[in-house]
């Protein structure tokens, strides 16, 4: 299904985001949440790699196995991080053969240990530049980029990362999919900047339910993300492994049901190669389907 089906008027589309598991146990169990989370039809699942495309192999065969496996549209991510355009092609080639439906183009982080992202030689230094290159020679693939609600950390202003991102949707990005965040405002205000500067595609919002306090600190800290207050100071409450999950769950609804009375054209859940947290969410929230 291409994206403008999959995100059209009236309906809200639904993707799934895992990470390639590092055991044989992770990977069973990652299938094993699978088979829960498709029985709410995701559009499209897909799959990142680690850093510098650490696990890209690894990636190819996630995502293959969950299309042969569950019969769904998948995404491989990809990015610029320690490739030359060569390499770039190589990876789409064998995204091609495998029968991948959609790429996350992007530009990624820096390599650990350093601060500021540098292009290989014969490399690419921005995702829009990938963009172009996955449009322009391998135009069968839907394109997916990221976007930033509170802002790239690496970018100096908001307008500079809207420019950004503008410049990745006009080299042909079919979608955006957002970081992760827990404020609807800066969702919502973010949607309101895109609309205002020429950015028509569907604007998707990513949503990781907070079940455990010391994970999603970890995490908005790599990210920016801001965390409500008052949202922390519940969790803080209670210990318990359970009690967290319980109150993340309950977070996630409430955000998600005001995001689809506001009218979002899909959402794309971090599962974190698990299916509880969503499935606690998509069996509250009703998306239009």
Known sequence: MVFSQIYRPGRCGLSFELFPPKTRAGHDAMVGHLHQLMQYRPDFVTCTYGAGGSTRAKTLEIVSEVKRTFQVPVASHLTCVGSTVQQLR?????????????????????????????????????????????????????????????????????????????????????????????????????????????????????????????????????????????????LQENEDPDWQFRVGVDFAIVQVEQLVREGIAGVHFYVLNKSQAASHVMQAVRLPR
């Open 90 to 234: 190589d990876y789409l080639n064998q995204a091609t053969e495998a029968g991948i439906d959609h790429i996350v183009a992007l530009r990624g982080d820096p390599p650990k240990g350093t601060t500021e992202f540098t292009p290989v030689e014969g490399g690419l230094r921005y995702a829009s530049e990938l963009v172009g290159l996955i449009r322009e020679e391998y135009s069968h693939f839907g394109v997916v980029v990221a976007g930033y609600p509170e802002k790239h950390q690496e970018a100096p202003s908001i307008e500079v990362d809207l420019e950004n991102l503008k410049r990745k949707v006009d080299a042909g990005a079919d979608a955006v999919i957002t970081q992760l965040f827990y404020e609807n405002f800066d969702f919502f205000r973010f949607r309101d900047r895109c609309d205002r500067i020429g950015i028509r595609v569907p604007i998707i919002p990513g949503i990781l339910p907070m079940t455990n306090l010391s994970q999603i600190r970890r995490i908005s800290s790599m990210c920016g993300a801001r965390l409500p207050e008052a949202f922390v100071w519940r």
